[in-house]
């Protein structure tokens, strides 16, 4: 990805992304996050440059207001950003979002930390 493209990806969107996350999709292709083998979790992050089209698709908006999708964990879940406060939460594809939302950090260092731990 190339500092065009993350500046305008950082233009198109109204709310702080959590410490490390751009940094760490700024290489500008999927990220696969699989700590499955110590009985961790598996977390697939999409594309920066696919984001916007991914939230339209799924209508975040509605379907998860307050919310900004970033990944799947795969089983029915989705990882998303909360766009008040710039933390990750683990959210439900299907349910209620505001009472299901699991916080798992402010941060991507705290994201790797989550994704160690057993669900």
Request: aromatic content about 12%.
């Amino acid at each position: 990805m190339t500092n065009q493209e993350a500046t305008n990806f950082l233009q198109s969107i109204d709310f702080l992304l959590p410490l490390g996350y751009l940094d760490m999709m700024s290489a500008g292709h999927e990220q696969i996050l699989d700590f499955e083998i110590i009985n961790g979790k598996c977390l697939l992050l999409w594309r920066l440059d696919k984001l916007i089209g991914i939230n339209n698709d799924y209508e975040a908006a509605e379907n998860y207001p307050g919310f900004f999708l970033i990944g799947t964990y795969e089983i029915g879940e989705a990882c998303a950003i909360e766009k008040a406060t710039g933390a990750i939460y683990t959210l439900p594809f299907i349910g209620n979002v505001q009472e299901e939302a699991v916080f798992v950090g402010k941060s991507v260092d705290e994201l790797l930390v989550y994704l160690k731990e057993d669900w």
